[in-house]
Each structure stands twice: as C-alpha cells, then as structure tokens.
C-alpha cells in the first residue's frame, strides 16, 4: 500500500510565476490536508479537503492560495504570483474515513523556492 | 487558544543516554495528542498517539509519552537514545472528531553525540 505521494519533491519559480503542488493519498483514504513549514518553524495547517468539497480553509492566505481535491485525480495546492515569502516545505496529508481515528499519514513533501 | 509548546528548540544527548522531549499543550476540549518525528529532507513519520485509556503509550522505535491531563503535558522519553534518533521531533494535538487539523509545536532538534 503506497504512502501520501507529493510531487514534485522540489520546485524552483521566479517570483510571479504559478506553483502547482499535487498530493495523492493513502490508497482508501478520503481526507487530505495541507501544512506549510516555513524554515525552523513547526508545521502550520492551510486547508482541510474532502473529495470535490474544502472543508476547512481556515489557515488558507486569503488571496494567490487555492486548493481542491476533485472527485478524480490528486488533491493541488495551487499558489498564483508566487513571492519569495512562499518559499517553504509544503506538506500533504491524508487520513482514513471517519471512526478511524485522525491518524494524519504525511508525504515526503514538496520544498517551494521562489527566486 | 489552541496551542502547543515544545520549550527545547534543541537537545543534546549521548548515545545510550535517556531521553525526555518535552510538550505542553492548551486546548478547549480533551485533544487527541501526537509525537512525530522528521528526518532531514524528509516527510513526518507517527511515533505514537494517545486517543484514551492508559496515559502512558508505547510507540515504535523504543519511544513511548506519558499524557498527564492536569499538567496539560505529553512528553515523550527513551530508556537508551541511539545515533539513528537523530531528527527533528513535533508535537501535535487534534480533536476528538476523528477527523480535523492538527496543531503542531515548533519541533525539537535532537543531536545524538557520538
């Protein structure tokens, strides 16, 4: 059974370009979620997804930042116009349907640099 | 607020030496409590939960945390630390609702000295 699969692992951009991060998870698993680790800081929660619904954006930027997991394919984080402040690891999770328990399984994670 | 505070941004250790990584938290409702631990360039691995039940918990890798519900503490030890513990380790509590985000601490760097 195949782990959280993030690709890519590292991504370079030019300040204003678009960053396009996918998240496949855990083979069963129908919750995916988003963490943002800026350099020697713990993880921070972006956004809470179920298949085609957000379930909780609450950590979300309000502007550039977008995600979806669409009924088909991996979940994308999506960041418009990137910045050098966007540079960071960006973490996908995923956990098994509820009465389960919210055991997060992470992926290996993809390191943004934004030039 | 909900919060999680690790104290010790770094420890040193000898190896063979026990260990104790320190974690408080502060939430509105009893948490779901968690110890993961990040190698360098690498993703988050699940050393061990508490959900209910004994409050002391066992883990893989030899670790095992002991939640106290009156100090609002999750700390996590080892008998015998080994070069290989050598990571970063994060508290993280969660609700009970058996789904929702997980609110992490800011991570203790554990150096293993030869």
């Known amino acids: 059974n195949a782990g959280v699969m993030q690709n890519p692992r590292h991504l370079v951009r030019r300040r204003g370009q678009e960053a396009r991060l996918r998240c496949s998870p855990m083979?069963?698993?129908?919750?995916v979620y988003w963490y943002r680790q800026l350099p020697e800081e713990g993880l921070k929660f972006m956004v809470y997804l179920q298949k085609e619904n957000i379930i909780d954006e609450s950590g979300m930027p309000k502007e550039r930042f977008s995600a979806e997991f669409p009924k088909e394919g991996p979940s994308i984080l999506r960041i418009q116009q990137v910045v050098r402040g966007d540079s960071a690891a960006y973490f996908c999770?995923?956990?098994?349907?509820?009465?389960?328990?919210?055991?997060?399984?992470f992926g290996a994670g993809t390191r943004l640099s934004v030039l | 607020a909900q919060s999680v505070t690790q104290p010790d941004i770094h420890i040193t250790v000898s190896e063979g030496a026990s260990l104790e990584l320190r974690c408080n938290y502060s939430?509105?409702?009893?948490?779901?409590l968690f110890w993961y631990v990040q190698s360098p360039g690498q993703g988050l691995q699940l050393l061990l939960k508490y959900f209910s039940g004994d409050t002391l918990v066992q883990g893989i890798k030899g670790f095992e945390a002991e939640f106290k519900r009156s100090q609002s503490s999750f700390n996590l030890r080892k008998p015998s630390v080994h070069w290989s513990d050598a990571a970063e380790y994060f508290c993280a509590v969660g609700p009970t609702s058996n789904t929702g985000k997980l609110i992490f601490g800011q991570g203790t760097t554990l150096q293993v000295k030869p």
């Open positions: 083979k069963g698993h129908s919750h």
């Open positions: 999770a995923s956990s098994p349907p509820e009465g389960r328990g919210n055991i997060q399984y």
């Open positions: 939430y509105g409702a009893t948490p779901y």
